[in-house]
């Protein structure tokens, strides 16, 4: 799967290392683990109905630990929050990732 940035990183290499930036932040280790961190963002991008960002987000949460039943929960929390459009679309995205 290729990058949906990459539009971005070869059109305006300062842009992109900004962001490389604020991403190294957002996801180094501190109060919060790697792994949670991106679980954080597993939630956000499903409530926002990105596939192709529940999917990465899950890959890089197996990546980082976490177990499909983290994964799996954090969807609950998911679906508390807004409801059942977005399982539609993590249930879409997740297809394969366990495997």
């Known amino acids: ?57 899950a890959q890089q949460a197996l990546a980082a630990g976490a177990t499909k039943t983290e994964i799996l929960e954090t969807l609950r929390i998911a679906y508390h929050i807004c409801g059942a459009g977005c399982m539609y679309t993590a249930a879409r995205a997740l297809q394969g990732v366990f495997d």
């Open 1 to 57: 799967m290729s990058n949906p940035l990459d539009v971005i990183n070869e059109a305006d290499a300062a842009l992109a290392e900004q962001m490389a930036n604020v991403r190294e932040l957002a996801f180094q280790e501190g109060g919060l683990s790697k792994k949670h961190k991106i679980l954080i963002a597993l939630a956000i991008d499903t409530v926002e109905h990105s596939e192709g960002g529940i999917r990465s987000l």
